[in-house]
């Protein structure tokens, strides 16, 4: 056990009784000790065992408040005959103990400490009743002296007058050190309640500081999602303008083929330019298919190493069909030992996009140069048109709003698609797509491959 802890064990810990039952406890146990003392040495000095009786009359009513208060929870009995028994004891003092001459006003000045061990809303009173306690026991000594036994000799009233300082010297000790240790375990609880605020405001803190990681990630998820619902709103506006207009064009034609409106000849070179255009919105219909399958695949692409001339051989020799409809030109220009780590059926679309665009808008009997070139960084494709250029509006709004044609003079358009599309591709592969006017006339196409 602690030191000093059996009597703390009497007073009762801090979880198993009130505040206010702990501090009647503390005042119980100092006025049972100082009982106790007073009635020992009363019977050492020979005092009449009517007088040392009533000492111990009173440490057996205190003994009684202390069990009704801390054994049978009866704390508000156990407090009022512990403040009668104490008026009591009191009264008994000064009536046998020489009144005013003898221990019992140091004994009743004492009784002020009991103040600290009461509950406040009953210590103004019980202070009050000892000043009008005391005045009322001097006012009848001085009008009633005889009802005061006066000591038999003054030897007992050295030593009786003596034990009643040692009894407040006792009290006085244990008064402070009790309420020292009371405040020590309030002060203790204090700081045990204040390292718990502090865990739970660390852990709140902690708390808040995950809620706003999960609101910013939130907020940048939100974001992604505004972005790429405005995508699909612009996939969907290009694929309305792209597919609508030469699917339209197609019924048109086909009416009015229909209806005998062209001679042989006219018919046969509809029947052309409809089979051009076919060609035309099927390439349209694999960007769409192509652009589709990357959405759902997360951008996965196959990178192997590829010969570039091997490669777009086949592309290259189906887009010389589409481009003599055209009465253009194409040039070849690819090094047959350049090679670069990509997707294949990727770099076919590119390619193809790239040289139908470049194609389409250019003016009959021209050309369309395709070249290829090995730098430090990778190997670099060229698409070159002499079609009649972009303007600088047109150039800055390619990747984010359909385009229409790159000419005013030609009548198709639709070159936004198959560019968004060779643009994402390369951005899987972490190429790079330039969009150029010449200064000789026409479009200069770059494409990027790292190595």
């Known amino acids: 056990m602690s030191r000093l802890g059996w009597l703390v064990s009497l007073i009762g810990t801090s979880d198993e009784f009130t505040y206010d039952r702990r501090i009647l406890h503390m005042g119980i146990v100092l006025c ?3 009982t106790f003392v007073a009635f020992v040495v009363n019977l050492l000095l020979g005092y009449s065992a009517w007088h040392t009786s009533w000492f111990l009359g009173m440490w057996v009513l205190m003994v009684v408040a202390y069990y009704l208060s801390r054994f049978k929870g009866h704390y508000k009995a156990g407090k009022r005959l512990f403040v009668v028994n104490v008026f009591i004891g009191l009264f008994i003092s000064w009536i046998f103990f020489n009144g005013h001459d003898g221990g019992t006003p140091v004994y009743i000045m004492s009784a002020s400490l009991l103040v600290w061990f009461i509950n406040r809303k009953h210590a103004f009173w019980f ?21 005061v036994d006066p000591y038999p000799s003054s030897e007992v009233r050295f030593w009786d007058i003596t034990t009643a300082h040692v009894v407040i010297l006792i009290l006085l000790v244990g008064a402070n050190w009790m309420i020292r240790m009371q405040n020590d ?30 609101n910013r990630s939130l907020e940048q998820r939100n974001k992604e999602l505004i972005v790429a619902n405005e995508q699909k709103m612009r996939f969907l506006s290009i694929v309305s303008h792209d597919i609508r207009s030469p699917l339209g064009g197609l019924q048109n034609s086909l009416r009015l083929i229909e ?16 089979d051009r255009d076919v060609s035309l919105t099927l390439g349209m219909l694999d ?66 996009n790239l040289a139908l665009n470049a194609v389409k808008f250019s003016e009959p009997n021209s050309k369309v140069q395709i070249t290829s070139e090995e730098t430090d960084e990778g190997v670099v494709l060229r698409v070159l ?41 390369l951005d899987t592969h972490h190429g790079e797509l330039l969009i150029a006017n010449r200064a000789q006339g026409g479009v200069e196409a770059t494409v990027r491959f790292p190595r």
């Open 287 to 352: 960007n769409l298919l192509r652009w589709a399958k990357m959405e759902m695949n997360g951008g996965e692409i196959k990178r192997e190493s590829l010969s570039v001339a091997e490669t777009l051989e086949d592309t290259l020799s189906l887009m010389e069909t589409y481009a003599k409809s055209k009465q253009v030109d194409i040039e070849v220009h690819i090094h047959e030992d350049h090679t670069l780590c990509a997707d294949k059926e990727a770099l076919k679309l590119i390619i193809r």
């Open 127 to 147: 202070g009050l009743g000892l000043v009008a306690f005391y005045c009322t026991l001097s006012i009848t000594e001085y009008r009633f002296p005889f009802l």
């Open 32 to 34: 049972s000790v100082a």
């Open 259 to 274: 209806s005998g409106a062209f001679s042989g000849e006219e018919r046969e070179e509809m029947m052309k330019l409809l």
């Open 385 to 425: 048109d002499t079609g009649a250029g972009m303007s600088e509006e047109q150039i800055a709004s390619l990747f984010t709003v359909s385009s229409p044609g790159q000419g005013a003079k030609s009548a198709d358009e639709g070159a936004g698609l198959g560019l968004r599309l060779c643009k994402a591709i």
């Open 185 to 214: 375990r309030t002060s203790e609880k204090s700081q045990k309640r204040l390292q718990e605020i502090e865990e739970h405001m660390a852990m709140q803190l902690m708390l808040q500081q995950e809620l706003e990681r999960a």
